[in-house]
């Protein structure tokens, strides 16, 4: 696979200076032969998201994709998968995207402030992520057994799990809002997102529809309030296989197909098929080339 890039660099956004007044200064040992005094007062930058951005030499007319990693997770989501093959970013590239990936508030290059948000931060092992993710059953974990058909790339596991952050679960207005400002910065753009990037991305849209012209929502969490009745742009929901393993999985489906029929009536959004054999982390599948084609086939139709 190769492209060729017309520009692409990095930018923050959003976030606040914090004013801190209490503490007592120290001196810190730094390395092995320099040291000084670190005061915990002063100003602070926070609550920022970090954006990598990337413009293809060919780009192909219409909007950027924005793309939102989901929970405990970082922006690297969507570069290379785990056994070493193209991420969504890539293909998005190949395909005259242009594209800006978002490390969210408190994730990854974004950083984040100890003792700034509720609560503790969480950090998923990788017994929960095997059954979460739906790779295999919980009895199939200590010999990496899966699912049978599973195209996630097993025998790569521990290095998906190697790209595992530090969450809070305090922070996703925090990180809507940087979305928006994200969006502001690129114009009306095309977002795909990943899971609880779904929640950040619904709630954007609430307050901020002009600035969205399509989502690709891969197996999203919490849609949006059935109250709202904000302008959509046209969505796709992408749902993987295997989701008869656990009954949160079942809500989670009829959540999508209750959300898909209640919007349908007014022609905006579409649902890409089932997948066969598609774990949660459908853009890092063997197939990650096909979904990514089928979701954009399906917005293209659902656009007209």
């Known amino acids: 696979m190769s492209y060729a890039l017309k520009d692409f660099g990095s930018y923050t956004v959003g976030g606040r200076l914090l004013h801190v007044s209490e503490g007592i200064p120290r001196k810190v040992q730094f390395t092995r032969s320099v040291s000084f005094t670190v005061d915990p007062r002063g100003h602070f930058a926070v609550e920022h ?5 990337f413009v293809p030499q060919d780009r192909r007319p219409g ?15 969507w570069e290379t998968t785990p056994d070493g093959r193209p991420g969504w970013l890539h293909l998005l590239l190949t395909r005259g995207y242009e594209v800006h990936v978002i490390d969210n508030v408190e994730r990854g290059r974004a950083g984040f402030a100890p003792g700034q948000w509720d609560g503790d931060p969480i950090l998923r092992s990788l017994e929960e992520a095997w059954t979460l993710f739906r790779i295999g059953p919980a009895n199939g974990f200590a010999t990496r057994t899966p699912f049978p058909g599973q195209l996630f790339p097993v025998d790569h596991f521990e290095t998906l799990a190697r790209q595992f952050v530090p969450r809070w679960l305090s922070t996703t207005p925090l990180q809507s809002a940087a979305l928006q400002a994200v969006l502001e910065r690129t114009g009306p753009a095309l ?46 929901i992408c749902a993987g296989d295997f989701l008869d393993s656990d009954p949160d999985w079942q809500a989670r489906a ?6 898909a029929k209640q919007k ?7 649902t890409s098929a089932f997948r066969p054999g ?16 089928i979701a954009l086939d399906t917005l293209a139709t659902i656009s007209l």
């Open 49 to 53: 998201a970090y954006v990598q951005y």
């Open 63 to 77: 909007p950027p994709a924005v793309l939102v990693h989901g929970g405990g997770m970082s922006g690297s989501c």
């Open 191 to 236: 977002v795909i997102c990943h899971s609880q990037g779904a929640e950040v991305t619904f709630d954007a849209l609430s307050c901020a529809p002009e600035r969205f012209m399509g989502i690709i929502a891969l197996e999203p969490s919490g849609l949006p309030d059935e109250a709202n009745h904000a302008p959509n742009p046209p969505i796709v």
């Open 254 to 259: 009829l959540g999508w197909d209750r959300f």
């Open 264 to 270: 349908n009536a007014s022609r905006v959004l579409g």
């Open 278 to 293: 598609n774990s949660h982390m459908m853009m890092m599948d063997a197939n990650n080339a096909e979904v990514l084609d």
